[in-house]
């Protein structure tokens, strides 16, 4: 069992910078990959960039590569989410996730931290 929570969501300009924090409560995360996703307003929820804990190799959307940054600390069971240069299309509320590695679904999901940016 894990269980997620998001945090350092809040509101913030085009082109500046935000970072969203996931701490995970689970007796280890070792065989684990770990990922963001987001809904925006009125859509579906999509894929963000995920992480894979153990070795650390890393995943992204088109829409945000160079401009995001997944990572984790081993030492405190978090994962985060560097966002620079965000843009107005990248309002959402953000959810992390987890899933062991040997099924393909996320299993596990926090209750998702509101992004708003702004023009």
């Known amino acids: 069992q894990v269980q997620l929570v998001e945090s350092g969501g809040g509101l913030v300009q085009a082109g500046g910078s935000l970072r969203l924090s996931c701490a995970a409560s689970?007796?280890?995360?070792?065989?684990?990959?770990m990922g963001w996703f987001r809904q925006p307003p009125g859509k579906e929820r999509e894929f963000v960039a995920s992480i894979w804990w153990s070795g650390g190799n890393t995943n992204y959307a088109d829409s945000v590569k160079g401009r995001f940054t997944i990572s984790r600390d081993n030492t405190k069971n978090t994962v985060y989410l560097q966002t620079d240069m965000p843009k107005p299309e990248d309002t959402a509320v953000y959810y992390c996730a987890a899933r062991p590695a040997e099924i393909s679904e996320y299993a596990y999901w926090g209750q998702g931290t509101q992004v708003t940016v702004s023009s």
């Open positions: 689970a007796r280890t995360l070792s065989n684990y990959f």
